[in-house]
């Protein structure tokens, strides 16, 4: 599983459609939700988890990747940033 923060544009939507490029299930975090949404729908051949805007602060911390998602959580996790 991969969580990227600041998923709705730039480096992180790029990054995101990487990942779904390898199969990886993914994370989403982002202020912008509708952009994310939009992400989220370009991410449809892959499990996907959007995170609310105000929960997008705590997921750089990498403690908070797993709890939250956990029965999603399977695995290792890698966390990105695209901010």
């Keep these: 599983m991969v969580v990227i923060v600041g998923a709705s544009s730039g480096v992180g939507r790029a990054t995101a459609q990487a990942f779904v490029e390898r199969g990886d299930r993914l994370v989403l975090a982002a202020r912008a939700t509708t952009t994310l949404a939009e992400v989220r729908a370009e991410c449809a051949d892959v ?11 705590h997921v750089a911390g990498s403690t ?3 709890e939250p998602v956990s029965p999603y959580c399977r ?4 966390c990105w940033s695209g901010r």
């Design 64 to 66: 908070w990747c797993c």
């Design 75 to 78: 695995g290792s996790t890698t």
């Design 47 to 57: 499990d996907v988890l959007t995170v609310p805007p105000y929960m997008s602060a």
